[in-house]
Structures are given as structure tokens and as C-alpha cells.
């Protein structure tokens, strides 16, 4: 594999308290897009999924889940059983975070199945598992040896972001950052203040990784470099009975530019790296931030994040979309009415673009519904007067180049009406050797875009 011919591709966590949302569920038809254009192009893809044991808002549901206020228990099972329609005995099953956790995340993989999305199944894993803890614990003893793992002024312990030389570092790495959406880098950069050692690391509550006489480490401070341990997944395999510890110490020495290797498993992960594309949220840039900190400091340049895909915001009826706050439109319920087709056009529809906020309109549904039947219509046409032709070459129409830069550049619904109503209208009565071409040109962008559509 040439570093130049792969795709690494990144996205946050799965946090399973609830069911997807369509705004977390852009997140990943963004890195599916671009992965399956990756494809399209000969190159190598690793695209990692994972679910976040970490936090409290897990602990605090269960608490009120069977609190012993009946208020306050009904409301909370009310949420579960009419809102995220979570089957009543599953939710009176819910008595501890685990179980709660492994249910979200079953439904979450088969959502995002059924929805098309592309990602490394095979690899999945959940991070209590014990060589994430060991990988978290490997990560802080790095912070320490750097000298930034400090008491603040609270005298919790705390990352020294504060610390002049590291800040200048990072800054200047935040500014060479490349947005697929330039107009939200200042906003990303200008929380680049808000990050400061006053934030502790560890908690007394909650699940996560154990740190320090058994207390939990923050999630927001345990998964900044988790593609590093996407990787080690991924290649496991090679592992020649290593111990954990020295494979990550070894990773870590080999990204900080203190040594080579010869370890088999070390190689693999370091030959993917860096990440080439991230894709997340827009309320995730102090996180961003924080992520930026981390590479500055652990590792040498050419292993930092080349590129980041921000998505907007969605919202409903002017509410902020939130599944755990019941103002959310949810993956499964748009699956479930519309099937995987819908759903995807469904969600590249928001705002024009994944970058945008939008406001979720089901007016929507109604031109997706009316554009879908219309091509079916069309291909059927376009399959009857190819059937008996030989289609060998792999020529498409003069609009290829254009299409194609809006479709690297994001804009999918775009490239939806280019491809499903205006190559129509423009080649309806073109000639036989045209339409050989119109279809190959329809068939190379819905295997992206609408891979479950066969032309």
C-alpha cells in the first residue's frame, strides 16, 4: 500500500444512550461517501466504527430509569418506550449502564447497515474492553513524561494547556488545518481559548477507563487519538505475543519521531497514518481543539490530521436535534417508513450541503419521492433501448468532470439532481452510443451516492 493510494477515514465514536439521529447518521454518510469514492478511485479504505463506553449520562439514565420517584421513573421510561419506540420489557431490563449501552449499539450497527453505509464491521469494538484501557493509560504516561500532566488550580489533575510553548505549537497546527467547508474554520479556531488546564481529567462517578486510585477518566479527555487503537484492531493479527504495553509505547516512540521498528503490528498501524479525513459535528470543535493539543505534542508533523468534514447543525421545529432530548428525527424511524434509498437522499437533502445547518422539513420526502419515481422510470427506459447493445467501454458524458468535483467537494444533493433529473432532460432523445454513456454515468454515481440501486 503507497501512503498516497489509501484513504484513512475517521469519525467519532457511536455514543449508544439512545438511537441514531439523522444528524449523527450525516456524520457517517459523508465518510461513507467519500470512502466509496476512495474505492471508485483504486485506492485502499479503512473506515473504523466503535462505540464510546465512557461519561455518565449511561449511569444517570439507568438512575432515573428505575428511580424510586415514580415521576420521575415514568418520564423517563416514556422516553424510551413512546419516543425511541424501545420495546417495554427491553427498558425494564435496563438496570445497569452495560446493558443499556450494548442494546444502543446493536441497533446503531444495524441502522447503519440498512442505511448502506460501508464501514469496517468486521473490526468493530466497544472501549471497555481491557487494551483500550491500556492504550488510554499508555497515552497519559506520554502526557507525563512530556510534562504536561499537571495538579491545577483546583488541584485536580490536569492537562498543562496553558503551557506557552505547547499552545504556540498548536495554534500554528490549527491554522494549517484544511476544512472540506473553509467558512467553519474560524469558528473551530476561536474556541481554540476555551481549551485550559482548569478542565479536570478524572472523575468519581460514571464508566470509562480507570485511572489513579480507581477513578474514571473524563471521556473527553480518553479519546482524542482513538485511531490509533482503530488501527491496532484492525491489525491485531500480527501481533507476536507482545505485550500490550510495549506495542503502544512502541507506536507512540515511532510517532514522536524517537525511533524505527521492526515490530510487525507497530509497522502496519504507522504505515496508515496519519488520518486523512475526519468527519464530525460542528459542537464537537472544542474537542477538535483538544485532538489538535494532543497530536502537537505526541506527534511529529506528518502524522497529524490532514483534513476534517465539519457537518452543520440540525434542527426541528427550531429545537436543536438531540435524541436524548427527544428532539430528534431518528435513522431507524426513516428506515422504517421509507427504506435505505429514502433515507440516504433524506439526509443528503439537509441544508444543501452537510456542512449547513438546516431546519428538518418533511416537505422533503414528497420531491424525493416524486425524483426517485421518475428515475426508476428512466432507467427502466434507458435498459430497454441498451438491451441488446454491447456496452464494453467505460466512456461517460461530457458533465462527468463537473459532477464529479461537486461530489468531492460535498455537495450531494446537487449531484443527485444532476444525475437523476438533468442528464435525463438533456440526452431523452440522444443516440445510442450517448446513452451507453448516460448509463455509465448513472451507474458510477449511484453506486456512491445510492449503492442499493442497480442499474
Not at 96 to 121: F, G
Not at 123 to 145: G, L
Not at 222 to 240: A, M, R, T
Not at 348 to 367: A, C, D, L, V
Request: glycine fraction near 4%.
Amino acid at each position: 500500500m503507497k501512503k498516497n493510494n489509501k484513504l484513512l477515514i475517521s469519525v467519532p465514536y457511536i455514543y449508544p444512550v439512545c438511537p441514531l439521529s439523522i444528524d449523527h447518521a450525516k456524520i457517517m454518510l459523508v465518510a461513507d461517501i467519500n470512502a466509496r469514492i476512495a474505492r471508485a478511485e483504486g485506492k485502499d479504505v479503512c473506515f473504523p466504527i466503535a462505540s464510546h463506553y465512557s461519561g455518565v449520562t449511561a449511569e444517570n439514565t439507568i438512575n432515573n430509569l428505575n428511580s424510586n420517584n415514580k415521576e420521575v421513573r415514568n418520564k423517563e421510561r416514556d422516553k424510551f418506550i413512546k419516543g425511541y419506540k424501545t420495546p417495554r420489557k427491553v427498558v425494564e431490563n435496563f438496570n445497569n449502564p452495560e446493558k443499556l449501552l450494548d442494546y444502543y449499539t446493536a441497533q446503531t450497527l444495524l441502522d447503519l447497515k440498512r442505511l448502506d453505509i460501508s464501514c469496517d464491521y468486521v473490526n468493530f469494538y466497544k472501549t471497555n474492553e481491557e487494551d483500550y484501557e491500556i492504550f488510554v493509560r499508555t497515552i497519559f504516561n506520554c502526557y507525563e513524561k512530556k510534562g504536561m500532566l499537571i495538579k491545577n488550580s483546583k488541584d485536580e489533575l490536569a492537562l498543562n494547556y496553558d503551557d506557552e510553548t505547547w499552545k504556540k505549537q498548536t495554534k500554528n497546527n490549527l491554522e494549517q488545518l484544511i476544512f472540506i467547508s473553509p467558512s467553519l474554520r474560524n469558528n473551530i479556531i476561536s474556541s481554540f481559548e476555551n481549551i485550559r488546564s482548569d478542565w479536570g481529567i478524572l472523575r468519581n462517578y460514571g464508566i470509562g477507563v480507570r485511572y489513579r486510585d480507581n477513578y474514571v477518566i473524563d471521556p473527553m479527555f480518553d479519546s482524542e487519538l482513538f485511531v490509533i487503537y482503530d488501527l491496532y484492531k484492525k491489525f491485531k493479527y500480527l501481533n507476536n505475543d507482545e505485550k500490550k504495553e510495549d506495542i503502544f509505547n512502541e507506536i507512540f516512540e515511532v510517532l514522536g519521531g524517537n525511533k524505527k521498528t521492526t515490530i510487525p503490528i507497530v509497522e502496519a498501524v504507522v504505515k496508515w497514518l496519519p488520518t486523512d479525513l475526519f468527519v464530525c459535528e460542528e459542537h464537537l470543535k472544542n474537542w477538535i481543539i483538544k485532538k489538535t493539543f494532543s497530536e502537537s505534542l505526541l506527534f511529529k508533523k506528518k502524522y497529524y490530521t490532514n483534513k476534517y468534514f465539519i457537518t452543520g447543525m440540525g434542527y426541528v421545529n427550531g429545537e436543536r436535534m438531540s435524541s436524548s432530548r427527544g428532539t430528534a428525527v431518528l435513522l431507524k424511524d426513516l428506515l422504517d417508513e421509507y427504506g435505505s434509498n429514502v433515507a440516504r437522499m433524506i439526509i443528503m437533502f439537509t441544508g444543501g450541503h452537510p456542512s449547513k445547518m438546516y431546519n428538518y422539513t418533511e416537505e422533503n420526502i414528497k420531491i424525493i419521492n416524486k425524483m426517485l419515481k421518475e428515475f426508476y422510470d428512466y432507467v427502466v427506459f434507458l435498459n430497454s433501448q441498451l438491451l441488446n447493445v454491447e456496452c464494453n467501454n467505460n466512456d461517460f458524458v461530457e458533465e462527468f468532470d463537473k459532477i464529479y468535483q461537486e461530489l468531492k467537494d460535498g455537495f450531494y444533493q446537487q449531484v443527485l439532481v444532476d444525475v437523476m433529473k438533468n442528464l435525463k432532460k438533456k440526452y431523452s432523445n440522444a443516440e445510442m452510443e450517448i446513452l451507453i454513456k448516460v448509463r455509465n454515468t448513472l451507474k458510477y454515481f449511484m453506486n456512491i451516492l445510492l449503492p442499493n440501486i442497480k442499474i
